[in-house]
């Protein structure tokens, strides 16, 4: 890729593997390991381009209603993935952090997930931060309620501490794919000035070089954070 502006943290929202799989007459549970693979292949990628974080949407909130089948084969992978394929996310040399309610989770899956998260916790190469029963909603809550609990009012940056991200930059790029334009309920505060690129892809489909052009199509943007150009 040629030299641009790089974002030095990436949310993406991986939307479409159910549909990605429906369209190929499979199972909604093989698009979702194929999403799985296509995470690790993607972020990897992402972080060689020299992007120092990246944070995914792998399980929200609002996915655990879905019915009890699909939820089984997602639990199943994040097992899977914390586990036997734990490799797959140790290659990236990054560290791995987890955000989100461990508490809904089996004990074996909240263990290997603590296990993993140890033993990268030393890594400084990156973060890769892994969202499993995230919602934005709930953490603003969460954290408002943290703050009345220590009877205290708090400022912009005393508040984003208490989020789950506190202490990390807010994301520069957002990219959603899938075809839907919106959030869904994540990192809503830390999304104030993030630049949002949205893509029609399914995300098992969305490739290396598409993650490079959502890169370039945010490098060539102005950002001015609600501040104008000074004229000449």
């Known amino acids: 890729m040629r030299r641009i502006k790089l974002p030095a943290h990436i949310a993406l929202i991986m939307d479409g593997n159910g ?11 093989y698009g979702h390991r194929m999403g799985v693979q296509n995470m690790v292949r993607i972020c990897s990628h992402a972080f060689r381009l020299g ?57 074996d899956i909240r263990e290997n997930i603590l296990r993993v998260m140890d033993e990268t916790r030393s890594l400084t190469d990156g973060l890769f931060n892994i969202c499993l029963d995230y919602g934005s909603r709930q953490e603003i809550v969460r954290a408002v309620n943290a703050a009345v609990a220590q009877g205290r009012f708090v400022d912009e940056a005393s508040f984003s501490a208490l989020l789950q991200t506190g ?52 490098s060539a943007r102005d950002r001015r954070f609600g501040n104008v150009e000074e004229e000449d």
Request: aromatic share 14%; proline share 5%; charged share 30%.
């Open 51 to 107: 992007v120092r974080i990246v944070t995914v949407y792998a399980l929200s909130t609002e996915n655990l209603f879905r019915p009890k089948e699909e939820l089984d084969t997602l639990f199943d992978l994040i097992r899977t993935y914390f586990s036997k394929k734990k490799d797959k996310l140790l290659e990236m040399g990054v560290k791995i952090n987890v955000i989100g309610d461990l508490s809904v989770f089996p004990a």
């Open 19 to 29: 549909r990605w799989a429906k369209r190929r007459f499979r199972p909604r549970s």
């Open 167 to 218: 202490g990390l930059p807010d994301p520069d790029l957002i990219i959603r794919t899938g075809g839907e334009v919106r959030l869904s309920n994540f990192l809503l505060y830390q999304a104030a000035y993030s630049e949002l690129y949205f893509s029609n892809k399914m995300w098992p489909e969305f490739s290396k070089r598409d993650l490079e052009k959502a890169i370039e199509n945010y």
